[in-house]
Nanobody
Framework: QVPVVESGGGLVQAGGSLRLSCTAS????????MGWFRQAPGQDREGVIC????????YYQDSVKGRFTISRDDAKNTLYLQMDSLKPEDTAMYYC??????????????WGQGTQVSVSS
């Protein structure tokens, strides 16, 4: 059983939007920072954005600033990634992960299996 499960990916045209969700059945998100990562074909996985336990946001990719919004609903144990103005270069498998700490440290655990986002030009 994977710790977290991502959903919401799909195929969209450039300029479109998607909202990804991440939930867990046994892991409680409330005490941890949570983040989104992505991996394009042939490339290494990269961090996209992180939200701390108290809502502070850290961007790992300048290219998503102003387009991607991360949020969390700890009552629902759900993490979201709203992606607007999507570009073909956003095409990747997107992963959710829980940090080992309440802030956006470099120590991540509890990875999901990912959800595919494909953006056509």
């Amino acid at each position: 059983q994977v710790p977290v499960v991502e959903s919401g990916g799909g195929l969209v045209q450039a300029g479109g939007s998607l909202r990804l969700s991440c939930t867990a059945s046994t892991l409680r998100f409330a005490g941890f920072a949570m983040g989104w990562f992505r991996q394009a074909p042939g490339q290494d996985r990269e961090g996209v954005i992180c939200i701390s336990r108290n809502g502070m946001i850290a961007y790992y990719q300048d290219s998503v600033k102003g387009r991607f919004t991360i949020s969390r609903d700890d009552a629902k144990n759900t993490l979201y990634l709203q992606m607007d103005s999507l570009k073909p270069e956003d095409t990747a498998m997107y992963y959710c992960a829980a940090n080992r700490y309440s802030w956006c440290s470099e120590s991540w655990s509890s990875w999901g299996q990912g959800t595919q986002v494909s953006v056509s030009s």
